[in-house]
């Protein structure tokens, strides 16, 4: 009889224990909101994603900011990791905050490189050679959406890696008035047996005011070191080159991104050497 109410007690006991669960109320739960996403017309049919990171304290304040234009910004793309970078940076006063603005990319061959390239590769990819348009939807639509619903500060720049670096760089060469600072990581100055970087002096020549450009590049061989200290030996101090050969195609963009905010966007704050925030060129005038 003992064993048998013992029994029982306990399964009173799990009973009780189960409806005092149940009876809890569900845990709180919000949105995370990290900024906004809007679409616009980039063509008939095909309309572009653009994300906007909101920097801390925006939403509470008037306080203007720098806007930072990410290329390959689609969610599935860079824009998340460059927005925690740049808030991260911030933290740290490594660069100071900005409003990060994510461009989707979808044909990344014809939006972002300039030229169709040599036989072969246009054979292979023969959409190439279209960023010319790209660039016309950043100048014509996208920087007129941000500067007209968001409070920017009136000074901007662009972080892009690889094609998008290829496409920053002839940006800066081509239109230099597009954008006030520039960065190019990994950029695939290769294409066309590099032939924008042999372009680069004749394009410099007709001397049009631009901003300076962060160039980097990584272990992918002669083909795209050359070209990229090329363009680093016409323009002279208007290129920051910073080459990392310990790094990969792979590893490049996230090791280096932090760097290339605080090129951009450089604060005034000394910082420990210890830290290892100081980059070649970080500190211009």
């Not at 920097?55 to 460059?82: A, C, K, M």
Request: proline share 6%.
């Amino acid at each position: 009889m003992m064993r048998l109410a013992g029994s029982m007690l306990l399964a009173l006991a799990c009973l009780l224990s189960g409806a005092a669960h149940a009876a809890a109320p569900a845990p709180h739960t919000a949105p995370l909101t990290i900024g906004e996403a809007r679409t616009l017309v980039y063509a008939d049919g095909d309309s572009r994603e653009i994300n906007v990171y909101l920097p801390d304290g925006y939403r509470t304040g008037t306080e203007r900011y720098p806007v930072l234009y990410v290329i390959d910004g689609g969610l599935q793309q860079d824009f998340l990791h460059v927005a925690g970078t740049s808030a991260l940076n911030a933290v740290w006063g490594r660069s100071l905050p900005v409003i990060v603005v994510g461009v989707e990319t979808k044909d990344r061959r014809a939006e972002l490189i300039g030229s169709q390239g040599t036989a072969e590769q246009h054979k292979q990819y023969p959409t190439a050679g279209q960023s010319a348009r790209f660039r016309a939807f950043l100048r014509d639509k996208v920087k007129p959406l941000v500067e007209a619903n968001y409070r920017a500060n009136g000074q901007d720049g662009v972080l892009g890696e690889s094609l998008a670096g290829l496409f920053i760089v002839e940006t800066w060469l081509r239109e230099p008035a597009l954008f006030d600072r520039y960065a190019a990581i990994d950029a695939s100055l290769w294409w066309d047996g590099q032939a924008l970087s042999k372009a680069a002096a004749g394009l410099l020549a007709a001397k049009q005011p631009r901003g300076a450009l962060f160039l980097t590049y990584s272990n992918e061989g002669p083909e795209t070191s050359d070209a990229a200290d090329r363009v680093a030996a016409v323009a002279g101090p208007l290129v920051c080159l910073a080459p990392r050969t310990d790094l990969t195609h792979a590893t490049a963009y996230h090791t280096l991104s932090p760097q290339a905010l605080q090129f951009l966007f450089p604060t005034d704050n000394k910082h420990d050497p210890e830290w290892g925030f100081e980059v070649p060129c970080s500190k211009r005038s």
